[in-house]
């Protein structure tokens, strides 16, 4: 691989999560994680010049986008002023993944909410699955920890009202969708957006959950390897 991979993080932002997928790809992979701030809400807008300052204009890559990041990707994408050769979106949407619940969760005073202690029951059920190790989820906690709570409500509010589905017909470079076939947090309806609105899109199914990524790094190690070379 002689293209540069660009890992976007999913709604903690951090990119430390990408580190069980980072030791399963080969050396030779030229991969850099771009992570969002976590003392400082932005809007959609601010993450994506956030990331778009951080990729080479003139060189060719490749885009790796965790559920959050899915919108982000798309609209670097739109833009045109990168050399993006190909996407791979992992357990992402292309507008709202929930949007009755985020919807509601917008009116709530989601900052004091967030700086509780995310009990481990939820965090196994939506994010790990019944496999899940108290290490996983425990590591999981202290990195989410780490983002200041008003930095994920903004990033839940932004997760209510995005919708970038009149933009994915423009998208014309080959992509795939790594699909959690046990994913709590975002339906297989999700997929199908992707599926009416890239023409180039290979669908990958790998049994676990929404963070697919942690959960079964080999398996997802090997889908992007067969993406990116």
Do not use: W
Request: hydrophobic share 40%; aromatic share 6%; proline share 7%.
């Amino acid at each position: 691989m002689d293209k540069k991979l660009f890992l976007l993080p999913g709604l903690d932002g951090t990119g430390t999560l990408f580190d069980p997928l980072l030791r399963e790809l080969p050396t030779k992979c030229v991969l850099e994680v771009i992570s969002y701030p976590t003392d400082q809400p932005q809007t959609f807008e601010q993450h994506v010049e956030h990331v778009a300052e951080r990729l080479p204009k003139h060189t060719p890559i490749i885009l790796l986008a965790e559920s959050f990041s899915g919108p982000v990707a798309i609209e670097i994408l739109s833009s045109g002023e990168f050399q993006i050769e190909r996407v791979i979106f992992v357990a992402t949407f292309v507008k709202s993944p929930q949007p009755t619940i985020l919807g509601v969760a917008k009116h709530l005073p989601l900052s004091s909410l967030l700086q509780l202690n995310l009990p481990s029951v939820l965090v196994r059920y939506y994010c790990f699955g019944k496999k899940a190790t108290e290490t996983q989820i425990e590591l999981f906690k202290k990195n989410v920890g780490k983002v200041a709570p008003e930095v994920l409500a903004q990033r839940l509010k932004i997760l209510a009202t995005v919708d970038l589905t009149n933009k994915l017909k423009d998208i014309k470079v080959p992509c795939c969708y790594i699909q959690a076939k046990n994913d709590k947090l975002v339906s297989s309806g999700a997929v199908t957006d992707f599926e009416k609105g890239i023409k180039k899109l290979r669908v990958h199914r790998i049994n676990g959950p929404h963070l697919i990524l942690q959960a079964e790094p080999k398996a997802c190690a090997e889908v992007i390897c067969q993406e990116v070379t």
